[in-house]
């Protein structure tokens, strides 16, 4: 998949799961993880005001991610942060794309 294949099925999923959150949109970037394998980093950011749904919701959407990026045929891994908005996102800004 292309990144912008990818950030639009990331965008559906997390639209539909975290809605209700304060979702607001996600940044998406390719690289390479900790065993150097290909991997996706995505970073959810929310409405000023939101706040972070529970540790249940987090996991829950990253594995309803995980299978749909995987039944599109994506298999790179997910890194998925989640942003308040106004707080860094913990990945360098240089991040390759």
């Known amino acids: 998949m292309t990144l ?3 950030r639009e099925l990331t965008r ?3 639209s539909a799961q975290l809605a ?3 979702f607001d949109d996600v940044v998406v970037s390719a690289g390479k993880d900790h065993d150097d394998d290909d991997a996706l980093f995505m970073t959810a950011t929310y409405k000023p005001g939101s706040a ?3 540790g249940d ?3 829950r959407t990253l594995a309803i991610l995980r299978r749909e990026l995987q039944n599109a045929g ?3 891994f997910p890194y ?3 942003r308040p908005e106004g707080e860094e996102t913990g990945y360098e800004e240089d991040a390759p794309e």
Request: hydrophobic letters at 35%; glycine letters at 10%; zero cysteines.
């Open 57 to 59: 919701v987090l996991n």
């Open 12 to 14: 559906k999923t997390l």
């Open 74 to 76: 994506e298999e790179r």
């Open 52 to 54: 972070l749904p529970g």
């Open 4 to 6: 912008d294949d990818v």
């Open 80 to 82: 998925l942060t989640h």
């Open 20 to 22: 209700a959150y304060g």
